[in-house]
């Protein structure tokens, strides 16, 4: 006798975000494509790569390239990643949209394509979907960020996800990070990050959240046209899982 269910991963196989991984996995305080509003706040163009290894199983890694292009007209993003291996792979392809309401306040979209391919299935899956996020600088002291994922999709199994985030400025160098996420039904994740930068070049980040009590860490390296991110986090029964982005402004 046996019983069959679907599992989804909630977009945790696309996760590409460095920085936000090491802040305990946040979405909409995310600088990265998570929540595209940030894009109407980028200054400069940039191109990136990143990999994501769960568990130091390479079956189970995420690579991906991006490239965030701020412009007066509309300021723009996109996103190609590859997850999975030979027997199981999905395939993401994700363009962004943001543009500012006013001087403190931005709106944006994402709008992404997936592809899944596996040797169960005869043939391979394709699913649209789109979301949506603000971004709103307070004043000097804080921000405040929302975001969805699934908002709209082509494939009912997938749930919505609301994250809501909060950044207060502790000092000049040092943030501290609040986000939580639901689906306001069985879900719900509380994120906390701090974030302190060293002399304008460094960065160390911790994080926690409490969905499976996963503690999170990293850093990151900014020179003049480069920067590199780094992060770790500690699943209670899986174990270490690690991520690094490499980003070039141009």
């Known amino acids: 006798m046996g019983f069959s269910h679907f599992a989804y991963s909630q977009r ?3 996760d590409v975000d460095a920085r936000a991984l090491a ?6 305080l995310s600088r990265n494509l998570s929540n595209p509003a940030y894009l109407a706040f980028t200054k400069q163009k940039e191109f990136g790569a990143s990999v994501y290894n769960r568990f130091g199983m390479k079956e ?13 007209a509309i300021d723009a993003g996109f996103l190609f990643s590859t997850y999975g291996y030979d027997e199981y792979r999905l395939i993401q392809g994700q363009m962004s949209l943001a543009k500012k309401l006013s001087s403190r306040l931005s709106i944006g979209t994402n709008v992404t394509y997936l592809n899944e391919n596996s040797i169960l299935e005869t043939g391979s899956k394709n699913y649209l979907s789109a979301d949506i996020g603000l971004y709103y600088r307070i004043n000097e002291l804080f921000e ?41 039904n069985k879900y719900f994740d509380v994120k906390a990050g701090i974030e302190y930068e060293i002399a304008g070049q460094f960065a160390v980040r ?5 969905q499976l009590k996963v503690p999170s860490t990293g850093f990151a390296y900014f020179g003049s046209q480069w920067k590199t991110d780094v992060a770790f986090f500690l699943h209670p029964v899986m174990g270490i899982s690690s991520a690094i982005g490499i980003g070039y402004y141009f």
């Open 60 to 72: 189970l890694s995420t690579m991906s390239v991006y490239t965030l292009i701020p412009n007066q």
């Open 23 to 28: 802040l305990g996995n946040i979405k909409a």
């Open 12 to 14: 945790e196989t696309n």
């Open 206 to 210: 911790a994080g926690f959240r409490t």
């Open 144 to 184: 405040a960020a929302f975001t969805t994922e699934n908002f709209l999709h082509t494939n009912s199994l997938f749930p919505t996800l609301y994250d809501v985030g909060i950044i207060y400025r502790l000092l000049p160098e040092c943030n501290l990070l609040l986000e939580t996420g639901s689906d306001f």
